[in-house]
């Protein structure tokens, strides 16, 4: 039986130009872990203070942001 000899093209990309999005962004993902080691230390740190706790919780929060907006910001380039 004869065979061709023609290649097939290859498919398109589905998404030209565009890349991959995520659906959760490292910041928020960071900012829990981050959230939740801070009430961890603040806990065991402390006996009856709900405060330290508390603060140490926000704090986490806000540096989690921050070095998860850092890292979306260092993927996207």
């Given amino acids: 039986m004869a065979q061709t000899r023609k290649k097939h ?13 995520q659906k959760t962004r ?3 993902i ?14 065991v740190s402390t006996e009856d203070n709900y405060f330290v706790p508390a603060l140490a919780l ?4 806000v540096a989690g942001y921050f070095v998860g907006r850092a890292i979306d910001r260092d993927t996207a380039r």
């Fill in 26 to 28: 490292g910041r928020i």
């Fill in 9 to 21: 093209p290859k498919a398109p990309p589905r998404n030209p130009g565009r890349e991959a999005r």
């Fill in 58 to 61: 926000v704090a986490g929060a």
């Fill in 30 to 43: 960071w900012a829990l872990l981050f959230a939740i080691f801070g009430f961890t230390i603040g806990v």
